[in-house]
């Protein structure tokens, strides 16, 4: 929304939604400051509201119609947390494909989202994965140098496991000067 014309500027679909602390982001990645023909691949219409943004997560994935859906079950990525925002440039979340839980960063500098993840350690995987399937979700707190994940399921029962931002490993760096998928 454009506040000050009292304007619809863009609109799109977006599962549970994020917005960074000083509403420059969307995370997925939406560059507000930009247009909407911007913030789309190339050939991509402005009506389009679904490949919007540039996708950061998993490497390479682009942004092309259709690329998220019948995806096998051994390639699958599940969204298992809601977005958590440091500051306004970095935000986290929660994957998990094929049983293997990552814990994802993606900090935005100057024209480039570097991202990161992390596997949650086997040792703590299958307890995550124990109350995941029962309907829970992780939550997460910046501590320090630690994300704390929290699994809140039902009934509620805590899991808290420490992650150190140090062993982050970065996946790939994104190019946000060009159009999502890649194009300039």
Known sequence: MDIAASRLVDRFSCYSPSVSP????????????????????????TDDD?????ALYPA?????EADNVDVPPSEAHTLVSYYVWQG???FFFADNR???IRVVSAEIRYATAVVRDLLV??????TVKQYLTRQGFLSMKLAGGALQLTINSNPKRPVVIGL???????VESVDLARKPGGSL
């Open 164 to 170: 150190s931002l140090s062993d982050f490993e970065v």
């Open 50 to 54: 679904i490949d919007v943004g540039f």
């Open 121 to 126: 350690p086997p040792q703590q995987t299958e």
């Open 60 to 64: 390479d994935i682009g942004n092309r």
């Open 22 to 45: 000083d509403g420059q982001y969307v995370a997925m990645l939406y560059l507000v400051a930009r247009s909407a023909s911007e913030n789309r691949p190339s050939g991509a219409g």
């Open 88 to 90: 306004s440039n970095e």
């Open 98 to 100: 094929a049983g293997q």
